[in-house]
C-alpha cells in the first residue's frame, strides 16, 4: 500500500509554518536580504509562536517533529526566504548532536539554555583546511586534569556571532586524528574565543557566518557530548537528519520563484498575447513545476523512510539534498529568464531567490560530496 496524504496534525504544521512565514518572513525579507543583518526579531517572534527547535523534545521546548514534519516545516520557511529559514534551520543542526548524543543533563542543561534566552547555536564543523574532507580536522581538545583545552580555526559558521553556545568538532589525540573526533558545547564569551568580522557574500544574507579562532580554551569535561572519538558518527548522524531539512528549504525557494513566474508571465502581454501563452514559456513552467513536485517526493520519501527505518536514511537524504538544491537552482534561474529584464531587478525577488539556491548546493556537504555518499552507497 502507498498512501501520500498527510494527517491532521501535519496540515496544521504547513499551516501554521506558512502563516508565520507570510506575517514575518515574506514582508520582511527584502530588508534583511539587503542589510545582511541576523533578523532577531523575526526569531524572537518565531520562539513565541513555537517555530524553533522544532525537532527536540517536547519537554525540552521542541515540537518532537518527525523529519517528515520537520520537511514540511522548512518547506514553508524556505518559501519565505532561505536566509531567514536557515538562521533557524542552522540552530537545529547545532542542537542536534545534543539531541542524538548528549545526557539527559546535558539536553536539560543546553536546551533550557537556549530557550530561555531566545536564542540560536552554531555548529563549528569546517576548518580552512577541512572543508568537505571533514576527516582533515585539526582543531584539537586536549584534556588536562578536569578540563579540555581547545585550540584551532572553524571557518563559514553559521549563526557564530549571534549564538548562545557553540557545537565544536575536535580531535582528542593528533595522532589519531578524526579517529578521536570529539564533540564539545563552548560558550562563544569563553576566554580564548576570537569571533571575527562577517563574512560578505552571494545570498541568503539574513544568516551570518564567521570565523572562529579558539586559543588554550578551557572547558569542563562535562561539555563533551558522548564519548572521546564518537564525533564522526555524531557529525555523519547529524547530516543525516538535516540534509532532508536543506532540501525542504531548497524546495520551498524554488516553489516561491516558480509562482511569482507564473503570475508574472499570465499577465505580461507582448506580442498582443499573455508571455505565458507561448509554447517557450509554458514549457518552462511545466518543467519548473515538475522539478519541484518530484524534488517533493524524493524529499518526503527519504524523510519518512528515515522515519520508519533509520537505516535508509544515509543515501536517501543524499539523494534529496543533491536533486532539491540542484532543480532549486535551475527554477530559480529559469523564474528570471522568464520575467526578463523584471527578472533581473531587485523588485520581483526572483534574483534573491537564484542567490540564494545556489548556497544550497554547497552547504552541509556540496553536491559533489552527496554525489560521493550516493555512489558509495550503490556501489557498496
Ligand atoms: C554561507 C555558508 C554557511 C556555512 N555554514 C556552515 C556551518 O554553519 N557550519 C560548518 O561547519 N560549516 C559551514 N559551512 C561550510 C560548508 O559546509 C563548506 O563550505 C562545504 O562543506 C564545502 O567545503 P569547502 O568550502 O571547504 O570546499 P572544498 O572542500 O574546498 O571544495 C571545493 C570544491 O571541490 C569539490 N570537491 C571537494 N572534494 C571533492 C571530491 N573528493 N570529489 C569531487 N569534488 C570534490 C567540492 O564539491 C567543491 O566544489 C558553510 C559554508 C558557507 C559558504
Redesign the pocket.
Known amino acids: 500500500m502507498i498512501d501520500f496524504s498527510l494527517t491532521p496534525r501535519q496540515e496544521g504544521i504547513i499551516e501554521k509554518y506558512r502563516d508565520f512565514s507570510d506575517r514575518w518572513i515574506v514582508p520582511n525579507r527584502l530588508k534583511y536580504d539587503r542589510l545582511a543583518e541576523f533578523p532577531w526579531e523575526i526569531v524572537k517572534a518565531a520562539y513565541d509562536d513555537g517555530i524553533m527547535n522544532g525537532p527536540m523534545p517536547k519537554i525540552y521546548g521542541g515540537n518532537e517533529y518527525s523529519l517528515l514534519d520537520g520537511v514540511l516545516a522548512s518547506e514553508e520557511l524556505g518559501a519565505g526566504c532561505v536566509g531567514i529559514g536557515i538562521c533557524i534551520d542552522?540552530s537545529t543542526?547545532a542542537l542536534t548532536p545534543l539531541y542524538v548524543a548528549a545526557d539527559e543533563e546535558q539536553k536539560k542543561k543546553y536546551f533550557g539554555l537556549i530557550n530561555e534566552a531566545k536564542g540560536v547555536a552554531?555548529?563549528?564543523?569546517?576548518e580552512p583546511n577541512a572543508?568537505?574532507?571533514v576527516q582533515g580536522i585539526s582543531s584539537t581538545a586536549i584534556l588536562k586534569g578536569d578540563k579540555y583545552i581547545i585550540n584551532g580555526h572553524?571557518r563559514?559558521?553559521?549563526?557564530a556571532e549571534v549564538s548562545t553556545f557553540l557545537t565544536v568538532f575536535a580531535v582528542t589525540d593528533p595522532e589519531k586524528g578524526s579517529r578521536s573526533l570529539t564533540a564539545f558545547i563552548v560558550p562563544p564569551d569563553a576566554p580564548g574565543v576570537e569571533i571575527k568580522p562577517r563574512l560578505q557574500?552571494m545570498g541568503?544574507k539574513a544568516s551570518v557566518?564567521n570565523e572562529i579562532i579558539f586559543t588554550d580554551v578551557e572547558i569542563p569535561v562535562g561539555n563533551r557530548i558522548g564519548g572521546e572519538g564518537h564525533g564522526f558518527v555524531i557529525a555523519m548522524k547529524t547530516f543525516d537528519r538535516t540534509r532532508t531539512g536543506v532540501a525542504a528549504l531548497s524546495l520551498g525557494n524554488a516553489r516561491a520563484a516558480f509562482e511569482k513566474a507564473r503570475d508574472w508571465t499570465k499577465n505580461r502581454r507582448q506580442f498582443g498575447k499573455p508571455i505565458a501563452a507561448n509554447q517557450a514559456i509554458g514549457f518552462m513552467l511545466a518543467d519548473m513545476a515538475t522539478k519541484i513536485e518530484s524534488a517533493r517526493m524524493l524529499t518526503w520519501y527519504a524523510a519518512w523512510a528515515y522515519d520508519h527505518d533509520k537505516k535508509k536514511l544515509n543515501k536517501l537524504s543524499a539523494m534529496s539534498k543533491l536533486y532539491a538544491s540542484d532543480i532549486g537552482m535551475e527554477v530559480t534561474t529559469d523564474a528570471v529568464q522568464a520575467m526578463g529584464g523584471d527578472g533581473y531587478t531587485w523588485e520581483f525577488e526572483v534574483e534573491k531567490m537564484m542567490r540564494d539556491a545556489k548556497?544550497c548546493q554547497?552547504?552541509?556537504?556540496?553536491?559533489?560530496?552527496q554525489r560521493?555518499v550516493i555512489s558509495k552507497s550503490i556501489l557498496k
Open positions: 542552522a543542526l552554531a555548529y563549528c564543523l569546517t572543508g568537505s574532507d572553524k563559514f559558521i553559521t549563526n557574500k541568503q557566518q548556497l554547497i552547504y552541509e556537504g556540496t553536491n559533489q560530496v560521493i
